[in-house]
């Protein structure tokens, strides 16, 4: 079983052990310096999925904390049928785990370690990375690490792009309208991030295409060498050599996509357009995902965002991205948002407090003297968890104490205690 201890775990009917009452763990998929991934089982809908597992320990500092924060921004905004799905983010004090798509054909890099592809067949792959990575430039954002170990198969043999880790924003473009973090795998960097003057997110990643496109058809990368140092020179210099096997349509493609001037080098717009590229290409079909289940009338429940998740976890101190929670806290609770708020209206009631309604799932109460206010938001944390947090709205602390504090939190929490903190808390 893996290291799940920390995680909040619950026994469910068949007495295995499912992490956050929500995900089965299976087999170990992959393991990276930051993150393992395991194949998982959705104990409710019985859906496979793979969740990715990053210690804390492990990216305490500021870059590679910066880099989480990222990809979990990236990866819940783009929605693309060849980029891996972002399910969910969870949280324990020690691990953050993403909750993924599943891609049950594996990594490019192990089909391709078995044999070459044909060159139709490498076509298709290449249309299908064209059109996530111009999706993807389309939105401001530059995956900058695509190589074969970073793209996944679906069992139809479809493309999945993953791992955004290092993936760049346009907020990151510096005033010379550049980027100029230097990251890449060193086979499948552009020449342009060896030179160290800063280089065009779309661009470098249009090079990395070009490499995978000649590994998919070759079997080999095209720059390669024991030495790191004359395998740079090669790539900066633009030196390799096309199998026998090459049609001329693919070595003009290649030339195109492996040019070292990036100010000449093909654009995915002019890739879309070229003859090799365009044989038998379909154009992408797909539509944004947005959750409208709520019915209409009914209050919406407020999601947390995976931000908000990492933050209410010590360890990962992000907190200076959110509002912060003045004169109040916040703590979990298991049952629902709706539970949770008759819970406040009945307490408020008793202690003759007004009560008020938000259209988001949460309350206000104010004193009816008017002498404290108090704001109650209720998260969805999961399907079976809430996140509560109690703020003060102005008015006297003493008041706000004593009936947040010594009333309303203790009954809430059902224990009494004001320390219901995970999810051994919860309202029935």
Known sequence: MPDIEEAVVVENSTSTTALFGKYELGRLLGCGAFAKVYHARNVNTGQSVAVKVISKKKITGASLTANVKREIS?????HHPN??????????????YFVIEFAKGGELFAKIAKGRF???????IFQQLISAVGYCHSRGV???????ENLLLD?????????????????????????????GTPAYVAPEILAKKGYDGAKVDVWSCGVILFVIVAGYLPFN??????????????????????????RRFLSRLLDTNPETRITVDEILKDPWFKKGFKEVKFHEEYDNKESEGMEKVKELNAFDIISFSSGLNI??????????????????AEKVLEKVEEVAKEERVAVRRKKECGVELEGLNGNFGVLVEVYRLTEEMVVVEGKRRG??????????????RPRLCDAGSSSCSTSSAGLR
């Open 74 to 78: 990236i990866m819940s905004r783009l």
């Open 83 to 96: 980029i891996v799905k972002l399910h969910e983010v969870l949280a324990t004090k020690t691990k953050i």
């Open 118 to 124: 044909s060159e139709d067949i490498g076509r298709r």
């Open 142 to 148: 530059f995956h900058r690490d695509l190589k074969p």
């Open 155 to 183: 069992e139809n043999g479809n493309l999945k792009v993953s791992d955004f880790g290092l993936s760049a924003v346009k907020d990151q473009i510096q005033t010379d309208g550049l980027l100029h973090t230097l990251c």
């Open 225 to 250: 060498d024991p030495n790191l140092m004359a395998m740079y020179k090669k790539i900066y210099k633009g030196e390799y050599r096309c199998p026998r096997w090459f049609s001329p349509e693919l």
């Open 319 to 336: 907190s200076g991205l959110f509002s912060a929670v003045d004169d109040g806290d916040r703590f979990v609770l298991r049952g629902t």
């Open 395 to 408: 008015g006297d602390v003493v008041a706000f104490n004593d009936l947040w504090m010594k009333r309303l």
